[in-house]
């Protein structure tokens, strides 16, 4: 081959040299230039199209390095055998997924999953990540201990014990990315025949995944005080999941009494346990601070799930478990063998964060200002009390409206719809709704998060959403 004739543009942010690549692999890719094929030589070819050799020979350095074509001494370039060759198409014929956040055709989104991203100390996590990154510990790139770095789990253990009530040593802790995987993990430790019992409503995403992971599964009734002993009792439940600082989605905080009733309930037989779900028992607005579940716990019956998604962000995706002792050696005997599912990095950076005291810091930030978006919220909507009630307002991150006037919920989400506000339907959350005889006749509720609201977004929202209600 004399010659390769190609148009280059000189005005384009692609350099020259990327471009006789980029076509004379494209050449080669499509079978134009066989193989065995000789390439014109690079003085030729920067002659030809009147470029510099220099750039011919960066082009066809790519080329061999990438392994298109061979350099032969005293004979020049040729073409490559391409089967084997793994390449990457522009266009695999796969189908995009289109970006249809339908999120963003709403104005205020009163989503119970947000957090405020706006107070994220975002300088001192970046300050404390390069400190981590710029110390000599190569050992932070190969893979750690399974059940997570023992420095996070001596602070989680720490933080814990002071801010909680839990009693656990760092061995009882297992670090996880989430508690989708956590749960994962507690059924390689207790096997799937067994019975789940969750309270109705519940935390839909929990339930799903015990579902998927072949639990059997069981609806129980709550009233004012949580879930209802007397009717768990009924069912084959050996776990009972539930969450008794403020439970999702009813904001129902548990009382002392409930709770040693649950806890005489695991007792009275050897394989039973709660899960307690702490995920966003850091936010409490009235009343004194109630120590968790876990904290009153004597026999071992309580396995301890908590979450760094609200307290600092949910891409954090980092969770920890607190397992009972007689459960941490069926751990290590079956569980041990799956590698951590978070970044030693990561780990080590939240590890800083905690004992630097920049976390503490920042949770006082955050409740003053989520007690501030909650007084604002819950003040702006005592227009509604003549059709509606509010209930969960004594800790977490969401308000629970209930209607008693007749409307279903569905007339409530459109309405707020029409305006461009997403609310949340409590419904999404009732495991038994269609079996309830008196489904139908139920106040319609309306689930309000306002955590990743500004408060100027809570007033105008709560302006808007008393009008489409009233």
Request: aromatic content about 10%.
């Amino acid at each position: 081959m004399q010659e390769l004739t190609m148009e280059l543009d000189g005005k384009s942010r692609t350099p020259l040299y990327e471009q006789i690549y980029e076509f004379i692999k494209s050449e080669l890719q499509a079978g134009t230039i066989q193989y065995k094929e000789k390439l014109p030589s690079a003085r030729a070819l920067a002659a030809h199209l009147a470029v510099s050799r220099s750039t011919v020979d960066l082009a066809y350095e790519q080329l061999r390095s990438e392994g298109y074509i061979e350099a032969v001494p005293c004979k020049g370039y040729f073409a490559c055998q391409l089967e084997g060759v793994f390449r990457l198409d522009e266009n695999p014929g796969i189908r995009q997924r289109e970006d249809c956040d339908p999120r963003k055709d709403y104005l205020y989104d009163f989503t119970p999953n947000g957090v405020d991203l706006e107070r994220f100390p975002f300088n001192i996590w970046r300050k404390i990540n390069r400190q981590v990154l710029s110390e000599e510990h190569t050992d932070l790139f190969l893979l750690g201990d399974p059940q997570g770095e023992a420095g996070l789990r001596e602070a989680i253990a720490r933080y814990l014990h002071q801010a909680r009530g839990v009693n656990c040593t760092p061995e009882q802790i297992v670090i996880g990315a989430g508690n989708d995987y956590l749960l994962m993990l507690l059924s390689r430790i207790l096997g799937t025949k067994r019975q789940v019992a969750m309270e109705d409503p519940t935390y839909r995403q929990a339930y799903c995944v015990f579902e998927n992971l072949g639990y059997s599964m069981c609806a129980v009734e709550m009233d004012a005080m949580g879930m209802m002993v007397e009717e768990l009792e009924k069912t084959e439940a050996d776990l009972a999941y539930v969450m008794p600082s403020h439970q999702y989605p009813m904001g129902i905080v548990m009382p002392i009494g409930r709770r040693y009733q649950l806890l005489q309930w695991a007792a009275q037989r050897e394989n039973r346990y709660i899960i307690e779900d702490d995920y966003d028992s850091e936010f409490r607005y009235k009343g004194k601070p109630i120590p968790a579940l876990q904290g009153y716990d004597r026999k071992g019956k309580v396995i301890y799930l908590g979450t760094f998604s609200k307290s600092i962000a949910p891409a954090i995706r980092i969770s920890y478990m607190v397992l009972p002792p007689a459960l941490c050696r069926l751990y290590e005997r079956t569980a041990m063998l799956f590698s951590s599912t978070v970044s030693r990095i990561d780990q080590r950076t939240l590890e800083v964060f905690i004992r630097e005291g920049h976390f503490e810091r920042h949770l006082n930030r955050m409740r003053t200002a989520y007690k501030g978006k909650h007084d604002l919220l819950v003040e702006h909507l005592k227009e509604l009390k003549a059709v509606c009630s509010i209930s969960g307002e004594q800790a977490g991150v969401h308000l629970l409206a209930r209607f008693e006037d007749g409307r279903t919920e569905k007339e409530l989400i459109d309405a707020a719809r029409e305006h461009r506000i997403k609310v949340y339907g409590l419904s999404e959350n009732i495991v038994r709704h269609h079996e309830r005889e008196d489904a139908g006749s139920q106040p319609a509720g309306i689930i309000l998060g306002y955590a990743a609201l500004s408060e100027e977004q809570i007033c105008r929202a709560t302006d808007i959403l008393n009008a489409a209600w009233l």
